[in-house]
């Protein structure tokens, strides 16, 4: 799992809300996905879903 938008360099930590990745685990943040790349990743050609937040248990 990236912990960084691949296009924006934004901070995407496992509890983030924005981080969006793509079928094949392409990540960026929502802000690129719905502004830049129009819901369809630049590297595979797919479509976006919201990541699921990880809890971290320690
Ligand atoms: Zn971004
Ligand atoms: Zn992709």
Same mark, same amino acid.
């Given at each position: 799992?990236?912990p960084? &938008?691949?296009h924006?360099?934004k901070?995407?930590? #496992?509890? *983030?809300?924005?981080?969006m990745? %793509?079928a094949?685990? %392409?990540? +960026? $943040?929502?802000? &690129? /996905?719905? @502004?830049?790349l129009? #819901?369809? $990743?630049? #590297? $595979?050609g797919?479509? +976006?879903?919201k990541?699921p /937040?990880k809890? @971290?248990? *320690?």
């Amino acid at each position: 799992m990236r912990p960084v &938008c691949e296009h924006c360099n934004k901070a995407l930590p #496992n509890d *983030s809300g924005e981080a969006m990745i %793509c079928a094949y685990d %392409c990540t +960026f $943040c929502r802000t &690129c /996905v719905e @502004t830049i790349l129009k #819901n369809k $990743c630049p #590297n $595979c050609g797919g479509t +976006f879903e919201k990541r699921p /937040v990880k809890k @971290t248990t *320690s």
